[in-house]
């Protein structure tokens, strides 16, 4: 059994060029090759290696950021404690509100896409505010 085999160069920590495949110079390339597997194939999901939480407080007014682009995000979850809210990923999304998510209060939202995310209240009057809870795991530091 070879050393590739029982698992001894597998990379678990792999650097944040090489997993966002960063392009080299062409002349460093290296050709793709055919490959046929036989058997199964053992996959595994890259390790979280950082968590963080805060909390923010939005009105229904305006659309505010609260996430923006993370290569290295690998989840964040959104919890609405008081009110339902409008959830877009630009602020062009909250125009008419016809490209929005309205999500349920005391009802987590998951995202595991690195885009920017943008939030608004649904709360019934503008003097109306409403507090979030934001979790953050990182898959990289960074």
């Not at 046929?36 to 194939?41: K, T």
């Not at 053992?42 to 909390?55: C, H, I, N, W």
């Not at 309205?102 to 896409?113: D, E, K, M, N, R």
């Amino acid at each position: 059994m070879s050393d590739y085999q029982r698992g001894e160069d597998t990379e678990l920590e792999p650097d944040a060029a090489e997993v966002l495949q960063v392009e080299t110079d062409p002349d460093d390339r290296i050709p793709c090759l055919p490959v046929v597997v036989e058997g199964p194939v053992r996959t595994q999901a890259l390790p979280r290696k950082r968590a963080s939480g805060v909390m923010r407080t939005i009105k229904q007014t305006e659309p505010m950021q609260i996430l923006t682009e993370d290569p290295f995000r690998a989840e964040a979850r959104i919890f609405s404690h008081d009110e339902a809210i409008y959830i877009g990923f630009d602020e062009f999304d909250f125009e008419g509100l016809a490209r929005v998510i309205l999500w349920p209060a005391l009802t987590p939202f998951s995202i595991t896409a690195r885009t920017d995310v943008w939030v608004q209240s649904a709360g019934a009057t503008e003097a109306d505010v409403t507090a979030l809870a934001i979790y953050l795991e990182h898959w990289a530091e960074g």
